[in-house]
C-alpha cells in the first residue's frame, strides 16, 4: 500500500514562486489574504475593498501562504471568497508604483510566477474547493473563481474575462481551466469579447454549479457555501476524500495538453507592460478618477 496515493500534503511551491513570494511580500501593498480554519473546513477570504479585492503584491504572496496553511490535518474543504466582493484582479497601483517598464515587466513575471503557482495549488489540492462569488469577478478575478472544483454564486454577480480590453491575456492559469470547464468555444466567446455574464448563464453552461438566491451578504453566502459542501464534508473519512480528489485531479491533468500552461504564461508575460496594456490601464485609471470626481458623498 502506498500511503502516498492518498497524502494529504498540498502540492509544494516551486522554487521560483518561493523567491516571487518573498519579493512581491517587500513590495507591500494595502489589503490582506486571511485563512480561517473551523474543524474540516477552510476558508481563505480576500480582504481589500476599497479596491473591489484587487490584488496588491503582498496580498499575492498572503495567498501563497494562505495556501500552505491548507496542509492543516484532517481538513476536507476550502472556501474561497472575498470580502462585499469576490475580486477584481491585480490592483492599478502596481502599475503606478513601478519604475519604468523593466520594473512593470519584472513585478508582472513575479506576480504570474505567484499567482499561477497558488491557483494550481487550490485546484490540485487534495481538498474539495468551492469559489463564493459575489459581486464583481473581474480579470484575474474571474481566474481565480476557475481554480476551484465548485462555484458558489450570489443571484446578483456578474463575471467578465476584460484581460482582451486590456491588453493582455489570462496569466493566472484562468484560460487553459475555463476551457476544461465549459469547452473551447465558450471559453473561446468569453474571452474574446470580454462580455459579462450573470449567474443564470454561467450555471447554463456549468460555471455556476448552484446560485445561492438567498444569499445578501457574505455571511449567509458562507452559509450557502458550506452547505453545498455538506455532502462532501460529512463523509468519514478524511484519507478517502484526499484519494478520490487526487484520483479526479490525476485524470483531469492528463486530459490537458502539458505545454498550455506554459504557453499562457509566456503570452502573458509578452503582453504585460507593453504598450497595449499600459494604454488601457491609463484609459480605466481616467474613468475611474472622472467617476470619482463627479460622485457626491
Known amino acids: 500500500f502506498d500511503s502516498q496515493c492518498v497524502s494529504s500534503a498540498v502540492r509544494k511551491p516551486s522554487v521560483m514562486s518561493a523567491a516571487a513570494r518573498n519579493a512581491l511580500r517587500a513590495l507591500g501593498g494595502p489589503g490582506r489574504v486571511r485563512l480561517d480554519i473551523r474543524g474540516p473546513l477552510a476558508t481563505i477570504t480576500i480582504d481589500n475593498p476599497s479596491q473591489r479585492n484587487a490584488?496588491?503584491?503582498?496580498?499575492?504572496?498572503?495567498?501563497?501562504?494562505?495556501?500552505?496553511?491548507?496542509?492543516?490535518?484532517?481538513?476536507?474543504?476550502?472556501i474561497l471568497m472575498g470580502v462585499s466582493t469576490f475580486c477584481s484582479g491585480a490592483s492599478f497601483d502596481i502599475f503606478s508604483n513601478a519604475e519604468g517598464v523593466d520594473d512593470l515587466r519584472r513585478t508582472?513575471?513575479?506576480?504570474?510566477?505567484?499567482?499561477?503557482?497558488?491557483?494550481?495549488?487550490?485546484?490540485?489540492?487534495?481538498?474539495?474547493?468551492?469559489?463564493?462569488?459575489?459581486?464583481?469577478?473581474?480579470g484575474g478575478g474571474a481566474e481565480l473563481a476557475t481554480c476551484t472544483d465548485f462555484r458558489v454564486w450570489t443571484n446578483k454577480a456578474v463575471l467578465q474575462f476584460v484581460q482582451a480590453k486590456m491588453g493582455l491575456t489570462t496569466g493566472w492559469g484562468g484560460g487553459h481551466r475555463l476551457v476544461s470547464i465549459v469547452g473551447r468555444r465558450r471559453a473561446l466567446d468569453l474571452l474574446g469579447t470580454g462580455r459579462r455574464i450573470s449567474a443564470e448563464e454561467a450555471a447554463q453552461f456549468g460555471l455556476a454549479d448552484t446560485i445561492a438566491d438567498q444569499a445578501d451578504?457574505?455571511?449567509?453566502?458562507?452559509?450557502?457555501?458550506?452547505?453545498?459542501?455538506?455532502?462532501?464534508?460529512?463523509?468519514?473519512?478524511?484519507?478517502?476524500?484526499?484519494?478520490?480528489?487526487?484520483?479526479?485531479?490525476a485524470a483531469a491533468d492528463g486530459?490537458?495538453?502539458?505545454?498550455?500552461?506554459?504557453?499562457?504564461?509566456?503570452?502573458?508575460?509578452s503582453l504585460w507592460g507593453a504598450p497595449e496594456n499600459t494604454d488601457a490601464v491609463a484609459k480605466v485609471k481616467a474613468r475611474i478618477a472622472a467617476a470619482t470626481a463627479h460622485t457626491i458623498y
Do not use: W
Not at 56 to 78: I, Q, R
Not at 255 to 269: L, N
Open 55 to 78: 490584488f496588491s503584491p503582498s496580498m499575492m504572496a498572503d495567498l501563497a501562504d494562505c495556501v500552505d496553511g491548507l496542509e492543516a490535518p484532517n481538513l476536507k474543504a476550502v
Open 255 to 269: 486530459a490537458q495538453d502539458a505545454s498550455s500552461s506554459a504557453i499562457e504564461r509566456k503570452v502573458f508575460t
Open 108 to 138: 508582472g513575471a513575479m506576480m504570474l510566477e505567484v499567482m499561477e503557482d497558488s491557483t494550481r495549488r487550490i485546484q490540485t489540492s487534495p481538498l474539495i474547493s468551492v469559489a463564493a462569488i459575489s459581486g464583481f469577478a473581474i
Open 217 to 249: 451578504n457574505d455571511e449567509s453566502l458562507l452559509k450557502a457555501s458550506e452547505a453545498f459542501l455538506e455532502p462532501y464534508v460529512s463523509q468519514p473519512y478524511v484519507s478517502s476524500m484526499h484519494g478520490i480528489k487526487r484520483v479526479v485531479s
